[in-house]
T-cell receptor
Framework: AQKITQTQPGMFVQEKEAVTLDCTYD???????LFWYKQPSSGEMIFLIY??????QNATEGRYSLNFQKARKSANLVISASQLGDSAMYFC????????????FGDGTTLTVKP | GAVVSQHPSWVICKSGTSVKIECRSL??????MFWYRQFPKQSLMLMAT?????????EQGVEKDKFLINHASLTLSTLTVTSAHPEDSSFYIC???????????????FGDGTRLSIL
């Protein structure tokens, strides 16, 4: 069984500052994928970034980077230079290798960017 | 990029009505699609895996007769909430990945979701 834990129900950040959203996971699968999604108030799920369990380097996608610490089973999302449009709910998710669709999601973190 | 269309976006109907929600992959084929349910401010809970040409696989605790899933083609899955009651009110969202994309690094592509309100 897979489990994702996001311990921050809500986070605040000042515009243009960086923010880290925490995610820890638990799995017995030797190979897995970790994802971050953004869900604005309108409801759609937007894929942000992916990290494979065997990837040597931390993933980066524009202003998003994933701080992957395999030994600690953590996959924190770092958003640099926060923008007002970043205010949304953020979900960390995990999928077993070979079954990309069947993901387990964390409870989410609501990020509010202050002007 | 891959696009998943979900229809309708909003449904308000009376208790006892059956409601059908469609999930279409517009520019790719998907042998498997997924249906999630989400309560306000909560996580996505996987309800079932929709399999093209065969029966859906339901997660534990999900009533098969309440939530009927049909995946008749490689681009369309439907979720029918039968005899809906107020407790079925929720946000339902589908997702899919292109067929052959079994690599775990392929993200799910989500529909925009359906807000279902049962009066």
């Amino acid at each position: 069984a897979q489990k994702i834990t996001q311990t921050q129900p809500g986070m605040f950040v000042q515009e243009k500052e960086a923010v880290t959203l925490d995610c820890t996971y638990d799995t017995s699968d030797p190979s897995y994928g970790l994802f971050w999604y953004k869900q604005p108030s309108s409801g759609e799920m937007i894929f942000l970034i992916y990290q494979g369990s065997y990837d040597q380097q931390n993933a980066t996608e524009g202003r998003y980077s994933l701080n992957f610490q395999k030994a600690r089973k953590s996959a924190n999302l770092v958003i640099s230079a926060s923008q007002l449009g970043d205010s949304a709910m953020y979900f960390c998710a995990m999928s077993p290798r070979g079954n990309a669709g069947k993901s387990t999601f964390g409870d989410g973190t609501t990020l509010t960017v202050k002007p | 990029g891959a696009v998943v269309s979900q229809h309708p976006s909003w449904v308000i109907c009376k208790s006892g009505t059956s409601v059908k929600i469609e999930c279409r992959s517009l520019d790719f084929q998907a042998t498997t699609m997924f249906w999630y349910r989400q309560f306000p401010k909560q996580s996505l809970m996987l309800m079932a895996t929709s399999n093209e040409g065969s029966k859906a696989t339901y997660e534990q605790g999900v009533e098969k007769d309440k939530f009927l899933i049909n995946h008749a083609s490689l681009t369309l899955s439907t979720l029918t909430v039968t005899s809906a009651h107020p407790e079925d009110s929720s946000f339902y969202i589908c997702s899919a990945s292109p067929t052959g994309g079994t690599r775990s690094n392929q993200p799910q592509h989500f529909g925009d979701g359906t807000r279902l309100s049962i009066l």
